[in-house]
């Protein structure tokens, strides 16, 4: 069978698991990553190990049982105060530990005068909200084995950024980090564009973005993070440098990757 390239990024890693109820929810499974010294060692990360997701207040109850049966009990809620209120996950009762750790925190919730453009979320993430993405990845790192879910409201801007540091940090090559940040705008277009559209649309606050406004909700284009990761690579060298510039330990790394990928001989 020939792989085209819309297989290669849309292929059945990226496609939505069936968590009724969301639409961008997916795992990091089988990603390549280097092994620091030893040529014969392949690294992968693990199988239900990291998941990423769009937000989970529309779970429905078979979206639950999906939920629970991949063992996830760690939840890392990167939206902000409002958003948590007006769309609490629907996860009682299933032995779930959430972590909210907003990336922009009440007060610094970016307005339409700092933000025209989705890459000006992007920067505005690296220069300003660096520590808040830090944050996250060391719930990861210290998440042991335990399966972990990172989401936001779309799973694809901060989710997309988090999860991307994680990743390039283990050993995953930048491309495929790239393609697995792709992977969003297939996964929700349609009823879940159109849906945030609408409401978007109709928010006085959100007015002056004008065409903008589709590709910020939903889109996920690959320069946008390449461009990122440019300003990451810019200012810290790596994504293992901005972790190090926010109270990151070569330790802490090395358990990042130990946690997060498994091994083999080649």
């Known amino acids: 069978m020939t792989t085209t390239a819309e297989d290669a990024v849309f292929g059945t890693r990226n496609r939505p698991y069936p968590v009724e109820g969301t639409y961008n929810f997916r795992s990091t499974a089988g990603y390549p990553a280097a092994a620091a010294g030893d040529a014969a060692v392949v690294r992968t990360i693990r199988d239900g190990k990291l998941y990423r997701s769009d937000a989970l207040h ?14 996830i009990r760690l939840v890392i809620d990167l939206r902000d105060a409002t958003e948590l209120e007006k769309s609490p996950s629907k996860l009682d009762g299933l032995g779930v530990d959430t972590r909210h750790n907003p990336i922009f925190e009440e007060g610094n919730v970016p307005g339409t005068a700092e933000i025209t453009t989705l890459l000006d979320i992007y920067r505005l993430m690296v220069r300003s909200h660096a520590q808040r993405l830090a944050d996250a990845v060391r719930l990861i790192a ?35 980090v790239i393609l697995d940040y792709v992977a969003s705008e297939e996964n929700l277009r349609g009823e879940w564009s159109e849906a945030m559209m609408a409401a978007a649309s109709s928010h006085p606050g959100l007015s002056g973005i004008g065409g903008e406004l589709r590709e910020i909700i939903s889109a996920s284009p690959a320069t946008v ?42």
């Open 142 to 176: 210290d998440s042991g084995t335990e399966p972990v879910l990172v989401h936001c409201t779309a799973g694809k801007d901060r989710t997309g950024v988090v999860i991307a540091l994680a990743l390039l940090a283990a050993g995953v090559d930048r491309e495929q």
């Open 225 to 266: 993070l390449e461009t990122t990761l440019d300003l990451v690579d810019q200012t810290y060298g790596s994504a293992a440098g901005l972790l190090r510039a926010h109270d990151f330990s070569d330790a802490d790394l090395e358990r990042l990757q130990d946690i997060l990928t498994t091994s083999s001989t080649r």
């Open 58 to 71: 529309g779970l429905t109850d078979a979206g639950r049982r999906q939920f629970s049966e991949l063992g």
